[in-house]
């Protein structure tokens, strides 16, 4: 197979100029083509009014030597990389002793389960919540009558926080070995749209995960795992000098003998953290961010950066990524863009607001969203605890809940009121989309009065980069605290925490990802590590 990237055509190009424009590239006639497939499709919208569709596709033709040969100087002309997963080989009797477990049924741990279930290795998932199905039913129940479960809500559940999200399966990490097209294909034969192997910016939506993850426990079920819902891990069992692990102590009261433990917590098991620190596993504080989410009409967004192409069928309600730095030294970006979506109660604890985005899969509703959020750093914010960014964020959530009338409404706020630094009294044309609903009142309540001022100066800023961004019925809705895990868990080069040996810190709890993909790219590596660590062979 031969790849030809940088094919770029027009948005309303006609069914068979794809394929012309391969014959043209490789310069051979239509009978040497056999046949091709879209490996990539993206779209560059620099020139507003005309946007471009941008290919890469695989291509099947005659002479696929001499064709190389002919383009060998030509760097849009290359070989088909391999993109195959290899399993690592467990032997019969690799696959002795205790069972694997993994503690977390999120993306991370959900992959890394499926990856052992796959090596013959049975794992044991773990999970403070519950089955996806009811988590949905408790997370329903926040959002329409302000009930909140504490162990079974956005956070918690299975399939991790990034079940109620806007489902985008994309990321900045280095992936020289293809793991993030595993975790892409693992989540097509679970019934994402296949499409999500190609577009430049895939995302599955909420409904669809829910499925999906399902299917993945059914899979891992079928491959001998097992899972234990409505189960904390509370203690650590391990032994020898240096410490080695030899089971967990749960919240029931029993206990799990294992040898090998994937810590995919998430970043809001903040109870675990606790332990873990009473534990003496090595943790350092790490960054984060705090801010608001900011909603405006789709339209609005759709045509800031499309121009009179918005709306069309091939690019999908438009996305955006903004950042300033601001002149107090604090960097203030979007976070977690949700076209088309809402902004959803996100909290974990009792009297605490805390906001994220979710979309469907359709990106149909009326708003855009996204976090707007100012870095929080440990050398600045909170020097002297490992868990102090735990404590700074409660004290924000907490605040928040006040802030909005202590019936888990969220605080929100005008933009044009908030750079006037005035309180909103009433909203105005843009209707937030947060359940249970907002008290306009003064954002400058809930926030550290850092980010107050950065965000005033950002907003602007935006506004000079996207049209409309500062609009004055634009809402503000507060607080986004839960950007990523407020520690780091330091592994070794075997995946393995440096205090014990055979416990595998992973994912955004142990701050290794930043969504769905990466963490999914990091349970594949930590379920690696498990399978060198029990057969002895190198990692």
């Not at 477990?101 to 519950?130: D, F, Y």
């Not at 359940?435 to 400058?444: A, C, I, M, R």
């Not at 609009?471 to 014990?500: C, F, H, K, Y």
């Amino acid at each position: 197979m031969i790849r030809l990237t940088e094919l770029r055509l027009p948005l309303d190009h006609s069914t068979d100029a794809l394929r012309e424009a391969i014959l043209a590239r490789l310069n051979i006639d239509s009978a040497a083509l056999r046949d091709f497939t879209v490996a990539r499709r993206g779209y560059d919208a620099r020139k507003r009014g005309r946007i471009v569709l941008v290919y890469s596709v695989d291509c099947s033709i005659d002479d696929e030597a001499a064709v190389l040969a002919a383009h060998e100087n030509t760097p849009s002309v290359m070989p088909t990389p391999d993109t195959s997963y290899v399993l690592p080989t467990v032997t019969p009797e690799g696959a002795g002793g205790p069972r694997p477990v993994v503690i977390g049924a999120g993306p991370c741990g959900v992959m890394a389960a499926l990856i052992l279930a796959q090596a013959g290795l049975r794992p044991i998932v773990i999970e403070r919540g519950k089955i996806v199905r009811e988590r949905t039913v408790d997370t329903f129940a926040l959002w329409r009558r302000s009930e909140l479960t504490p162990e079974s809500n956005v956070q918690f559940g299975e399939g991790g926080a990034g079940t109620f999200s806007d489902g985008k399966l994309y990321s900045g990490v280095s992936d020289p070995r293809h793991l993030g097209r595993k975790v892409m294909e693992e989540f097509v034969k679970a019934g994402a749209p296949e499409e999500i192997l190609y577009v430049s910016k895939p995302h599955i939506g909420t409904f669809r995960l829910v499925s999906m993850v399902e299917h993945i426990r059914g899979e891992i079920e079928r491959l001998g795992g097992s899972y234990r819902f409505g189960v904390r891990v509370d203690g650590l069992i391990t032994e020898g000098s240096p410490r080695r692990l030899k089971g967990l102590r749960l919240s029931d009261g029993t206990t799990l003998e294992t040898d090998h433990a994937i810590l995919a917590v998430g970043h809001s098991a903040r109870d675990t953290f606790e332990m873990l620190r009473e534990a003496q596993v090595p943790m350092v504080a790490k960054p984060f961010s705090i801010g608001v989410r900011i909603e405006h009409p789709q339209s609005l967004i759709d045509c800031a950066r499309f121009g009179d192409q918005g709306g069309h069928p091939l690019l999908g309600a438009a996305d955006y990524k903004l950042v300033h730095h601001a002149k107090n030294g604090r960097a203030v970006y979007s976070f977690c863009m949700c076209p088309g979506g809402t902004v959803v109660a996100a909290t974990s604890e009792p009297n605490q607001v805390v906001t994220n985005g979710m979309s469907q899969y359709s990106r149909a509703e009326r708003n855009a969203n996204a976090g707007i959020v100012v870095d929080v750093s440990p050398e600045r914010d909170y020097p002297d605890d490992v868990l102090g960014g735990v404590a700074f964020q409660r004290h924000w959530e907490r605040a928040a809940f006040v802030a909005g009338g202590g019936d888990y409404k969220a605080p929100a706020q005008r933009v044009e009121d908030f750079l006037a630094g005035r309180p909103s009294t009433t909203l105005g044309d843009v209707v937030p989309s947060y359940k249970p609903g907002v008290t306009p009142t003064d954002l400058s309540l809930c926030l550290p009065d850092f980010a107050v001022e950065a965000i005033r100066e950002a907003l602007p800023a935006f506004e000079r980069k996207l049209k409309g961004f500062s609009m004055g019925d634009a809402v503000l809705t507060g607080v986004e605290t839960r950007t990523s895990s407020p520690i780091r868990m330091p592994r070794g080069a075997d995946g393995q925490s440096p205090g014990i040996a055979g416990l595998f810190p992973a994912g955004e709890g142990a701050g290794y990802a930043g969504g769905i993909l990466s963490a999914g790219i990091d349970g594949i590596r930590a379920a690696e590590w498990v399978i060198h660590a029990v057969t002895g062979s190198p990692a």
